[in-house]
C-alpha cells in the first residue's frame, strides 16, 4: 500500500491526545500525579483523550489489512515483532530504571524485578504482574488483533480475510443484539479494529457489503465507547458528555473517509514519516516517566513551564529511542527475529519459507 502521509498525523495525533489526558487529567485524577491540581478549564477537554486510543485501535485495523496481503505467516510475524517488540523493551527498562529512582509505591510507579521481566512478555498478567506502565494495557489488544491475522495466514486463508474482515462487525452485531457472552474479538475493543479493517476493504474495493460493515463498524463503535462511560473517573462532579464522546467517534470514522478519498490519499506533508515514526515511542514512554517527573517538579505555580519541560524530553527520548533501536539498531531486530521467529513460523507452513528467510521486512506498521 502507498504511503499514507496524512495517516501518520493521525497515528502522532493520537499520541499526544493520550499524552494529553494522562498529563492533564487522569494523572492528577488516579493519585499518580501529586503535585499539582487540575488546570480549570482545560481538564475538562483533556478528560476525553484516552479516546486516541481507539483511535490507534482502528488505524491499526487499516494497516494491518493492507500489510497482511501478499505476505507468509512467517513474513508478517516478523515484520510484527520487529514493529511491537524493540521498541517496548526498549520502554520497559528505560520506563523501569526512571522507577527505581523516582517510583513511589502509594503512587503505583514503583516496580521491581519480576514485575518488569514479565513485562517483557507483553502480557505480565499471565504471570500475576501488574504493568510498568499502565498504557500498556492496550498492546495486548494489539497483540491478539496480529494473533488473529497470523492464524488466518498460517492456515491459508489469506484470501479469505477480506470477507472475514466483512462479515466481522456483522458477527459482532449478532453477539450484541443477542446478548450472548462476550468472546475474545466478538466485542469491545475489538470493534475498533473491525472498523478500521472495513474501511481498508472498503479503500480496496468499494461496494456495498463494504460500505454495510464501515455502518455497522460505527454503531458498535459508538455502544462500546458509551458503555464504558461508567467505569470512567469524573472530575469534581464533572460528567463525560455522552455526546461529546459519540461526536468524536463519528470524526474517527469521517476521517477515514476522507483518508479514502483521492484527495486523502494524495495528500503531501511535511514531516509525515517522523510523525508516524514517533507516535510509538511517544506512546510508550510518556505516562509513567511523564508522571513521575510532574509528581518530582511541578508545582502549581510552574505546572505550564513544567509541562512543556516534560514534554519536549518525552519528545526527544521518544526520537532517540526510534533512532537508536528501530533505525540503527534495525538490520540486528531483523536479523534476529527472522533466523528465529521466522524459521519457527516457516516449518509450521513450509510454503513461502525461503521468501521468509531471505526478506527482513522493516515494515514501519
Same mark, same amino acid.
Not at 9 to 26: D, I, M
Not at 30 to 51: C, F, Q, R
Not at 214 to 225: G, H, M, P, Q
Given at each position: 500500500?502507498?504511503?499514507?502521509? @496524512?495517516?501518520?498525523?493521525?497515528? @502522532?495525533? #493520537?499520541?499526544?491526545? &493520550? ?14 500525579? !501529586? ?9 475538562? +477537554? =483533556?478528560?476525553?483523550?484516552y @479516546?486516541? *486510543? ?25 515484520? $510484527? ?18 522507577? *527505581?529512582f523516582?517510583?513511589?509505591?502509594? /503512587?503505583g510507579t514503583?516496580?521491581?524485578? =519480576? ?9 505480565p ?30 492456515? %491459508?486463508w ?11 462487525? #456483522? ?15 466478538f %466485542? ?9 479493517a ?6 480496496? $474495493?468499494?461496494?456495498?457489503? #463494504?460500505?454495510?460493515?464501515? =455502518?455497522?463498524?460505527a ?14 473517573p /469524573? ?8 455526546? *461529546?464522546? *459519540? ?6 470514522? =469521517? ?32 505516562a509513567?516517566? %511523564? ?7 511541578? !508545582? ?9 519541560? &516534560? @514534554? ?6 521518544? +526520537? /532517540?529511542?526510534?533512532?537508536?533501536v528501530?533505525?540503527?539498531c ?15 513460523? /516457516? ?10 528467510? #531471505? ?7
Amino acid at each position: 500500500m502507498k504511503r499514507l502521509e @496524512l495517516l501518520d498525523y493521525a497515528r @502522532l495525533s #493520537a499520541a499526544l491526545c &493520550v499524552l494529553c489526558f494522562h498529563y492533564l487529567y487522569n494523572g492528577i485524577e488516579n493519585g499518580k500525579v !501529586t503535585s499539582i491540581d487540575h488546570i480549570p478549564g482545560i481538564s475538562e +477537554w =483533556a478528560m476525553y483523550g484516552y @479516546l486516541g *486510543v481507539p483511535f490507534f485501535f482502528m488505524i491499526s485495523g487499516y494497516v494491518i489489512f493492507f500489510s497482511a496481503q501478499g505476505r507468509s505467516a512467517a513474513e508478517f510475524a516478523v515484520s $510484527r515483532a520487529i514493529r511491537l517488540f524493540p521498541a517496548f523493551w526498549a520502554a520497559v527498562l528505560l520506563t523501569s530504571l526512571v522507577a *527505581v529512582f523516582w517510583g513511589v509505591r502509594s /503512587a503505583g510507579t514503583s516496580v521491581h524485578p =519480576a514485575q518488569v521481566l514479565a513485562n517483557l512478555t507483553m502480557v505480565p498478567r499471565v504471570a500475576g504482574e501488574k504493568y510498568v506502565d499502565g498504557v500498556y494495557w492496550s498492546l495486548e489488544f494489539e497483540l491478539a488483533f496480529y494473533l488473529l491475522v497470523f492464524l488466518f495466514l498460517l492456515s %491459508g486463508w489469506r484470501n479469505h480475510l477480506e470477507r472475514a474482515f466483512l462479515l466481522w462487525p #456483522a458477527m459482532m452485531l449478532v453477539v450484541l443484539l443477542a446478548d450472548l457472552p462476550k468472546l475474545l474479538f466478538f %466485542g469491545g475493543q475489538f470493534t475498533f479494529f473491525a472498523a478500521g479493517a472495513a474501511f481498508a476493504v472498503l479503500k480496496r $474495493r468499494a461496494s456495498m457489503s #463494504a460500505s454495510m460493515a464501515v =455502518a455497522v463498524s460505527a454503531i458498535l463503535c459508538i455502544e462500546t465507547a458509551l458503555a464504558k462511560l461508567p467505569i470512567l473517573p /469524573a472530575n469534581d462532579g464533572i460528567q463525560y458528555s455522552r455526546q *461529546v464522546i *459519540v461526536m468524536v467517534i463519528l470524526s474517527f470514522f =469521517a476521517f477515514f473517509l476522507f483518508l479514502n478519498s483521492g484527495k486523502g490519499a494524495s495528500l503531501h506533508l511535511r514531516g509525515s514519516r517522523l510523525a508516524g515514526n514517533l507516535s510509538y515511542p511517544i506512546y510508550l514512554l510518556h505516562a509513567h516517566i %511523564g508522571y513521575m517527573a510532574l509528581s518530582r517538579f511541578a !508545582t502549581n505555580e510552574n505546572r505550564i513551564v513544567t509541562y512543556f519541560g &516534560v @514534554l519536549i524530553a518525552v519528545l526527544f527520548a521518544a +526520537w /532517540a529511542l526510534h533512532r537508536v533501536v528501530e533505525v540503527w539498531c534495525g538490520p540486528l531486530w531483523r536479523a534476529l527475529f527472522t533466523k528465529s521467529l521466522g524459521r519457527v513460523v /516457516a516449518t509450521l507452513r513450509p510454503d513461502g519459507a525461503q521468501r521468509t528467510l #531471505a526478506v527482513g521486512d522493516p515494515t514501519r506498521h
